[in-house]
């Protein structure tokens, strides 16, 4: 199983980006997608997570200005990121709870992706 994300790069302050993730390989099933960041000297936190239902979690410090869906087909995740801010500096790392065809879970990450907002 693969996670292959992209999408990231520079961007001024008050820009949008979308970040895309793909799973990969051979699984039953994935469960919840999502995308975690991790800033330089901080630990990796959740930005936000949505169910195979569409139901989604945004963290407080994207909410109102990000947005996450998914494509159950494709197996593929979205995060939409507006109106950038420095803080939102950070690897960006797409998460995916696989369903494995013992029936067992097992969360997988991408490889990551810089995102710098920086005028």
């Known amino acids: 199983v693969q996670l292959q994300a992209s999408g990231g790069g520079l961007v001024q302050p008050g820009e949008s980006l979308r970040l895309s993730c793909a799973a990969s390989?051979?699984?039953?099933?994935?469960?919840?997608m999502g995308w975690y960041r991790q800033a330089p000297g901080k630990q990796r936190e959740l930005v936000a997570t949505?169910?195979?239902?569409?139901?989604?979690n945004l963290a407080d410090s994207v909410k109102g200005r990000s947005a996450i869906s998914r494509n159950n087909a494709k197996n593929t995740v979205d995060l939409l990121l507006n109106s950038l801010k420095p803080e939102d500096t950070a690897v960006y790392y797409c998460?995916?709870?696989?369903?494995?065809?013992?029936?067992?879970?097992?969360?997988?990450w991408g490889q990551g992706t810089l995102v710098t907002v920086s005028s």
């Open positions: 998460n995916a709870r696989i369903i494995r065809y013992d029936s067992t879970s097992y969360d997988y």
């Open positions: 949505v169910t195979r239902y569409g139901k989604t």
């Open positions: 390989g051979t699984f039953l099933g994935v469960n919840d």
